[in-house]
């Protein structure tokens, strides 16, 4: 573990959780929206 705080470090990890937060957010939405989409169709 490291003794010194780093808020640059902290801040990137922050970002990229964000960024897969986001994207697993953005997979979720598109793929309900083509289920509604594929049950309009039937």
Not at 8 to 15: E, F, H, L, N
Not at 22 to 38: F, G
Request: aromatic share 10%.
């Amino acid at each position: 573990m490291q003794t010194e705080f780093s808020p640059t470090t902290a801040i990137s990890d922050a970002a990229e959780f964000y960024k897969k937060w986001r994207q697993k957010k953005l997979v979720k939405k598109v793929t309900s929206e083509k289920q509604a989409k594929e049950k309009k169709r039937v």
